[in-house]
């Protein structure tokens, strides 16, 4: 999976250098992030032009906080490849009302996004747009649920802080994105999954939404799939 994944990626840059790409955190992306990070070091990629913008942030965290998505993304692969410019929503910010409208403002400058990365939750968010009435088009400051909080408390040391809240962005700019490509990965997956191929809008699974683009791929492991 990570290395088709990596394989969009490479043609992506290659057809157009100044791609902007949006990309997601969580174990999913790590393979592709491992495998993109590989074939730069062996001189098959070049981002030199390519800017990318990440779906989200806690907040509040510290950019050093090894669980920010900050520490991640440079980590896994922004240390290791050379992306021309880097965005991630700031979780430091003491305005994020006007942090989110800055980083919407920011996406449009850069023209959209041609590649949007994107993982999906146990209960089907994407980004931090976790299942609800309504849906925001918009980046915002959102409360996490219960069941994302304990999934991905197993991230967080015992006693540590964990944030209960994030700033993510909503599905306009998702929607904007020229291409979608959809990673899933574990048996833990697998009933979610099954879902998104039932060719139904479930209105709490925000995944679902994604039925309505023009240009989604799905990409899932042997695990995921078996569901
Ligand atoms: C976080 C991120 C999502 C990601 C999800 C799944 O909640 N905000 O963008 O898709 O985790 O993570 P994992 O791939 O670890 O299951």
Redesign the pocket.
Known sequence: MSYAAADVFARQVAQKPDSVFGL?????PIGLYDELAKRYSEGKLDFSKAKSFN??EYYPIKRTHEQSYYYFMNHYLFDKVNFAETHIPDGETDNPEQECVDYDAKIKAAGGVDLQLL???FNG?V??NEPSSTYMMRTNLTDLTNS?LEA?SRFFSEGEIQPTTALTIGFGAIFSAKKILLLISGAGKAEIAKKLFDDKIYTDIPASLLLLHPDVTVMMDKAAAEG
Do not use: M
């Not at 997601?24 to 999913?28: E, H, Q």
């Open positions: 997601a955190t969580g174990s999913t779906l989200d993982g999906i939750g968010h980004g931090f994302t991905n």
